[in-house]
């Protein structure tokens, strides 16, 4: 079971940004494996020079509450 918050006070919700990169790919992989999941699809730019691309991830504790509103 995974635990209610991510570890080292990392954010339940995180942004991940940067250049479209291999460094870019093991920050995402690193943190799929620490447990947390993607949500929504990932973004790509264009800043003149270089592809930037984003992607959100979120804790499952809160990938369970946004599945599960409150009544």
């Known amino acids: 079971?995974?635990?209610a918050h991510?570890?080292?006070d990392l954010p339940t919700y995180r942004l991940l940004t940067?250049?479209?990169d291999a460094s870019f790919c093991r920050r995402v992989s690193e943190?799929?494996?620490m447990g947390y999941m993607l949500y929504g699809s990932p973004?790509?730019?264009f800043n003149g020079s270089?592809?930037?691309v984003a992607q959100?991830?979120?804790w499952p504790s809160v990938e369970d509450s946004i599945a599960r509103p409150s009544a």
């Open 50 to 52: 270089s592809v930037i």
């Open 1 to 3: 079971m995974t635990p």
């Open 31 to 33: 943190a799929l494996a």
């Open 6 to 8: 991510p570890p080292n």
């Open 56 to 58: 959100a991830i979120v």
């Open 18 to 20: 940067g250049p479209d």
């Open 43 to 45: 973004s790509a730019t």
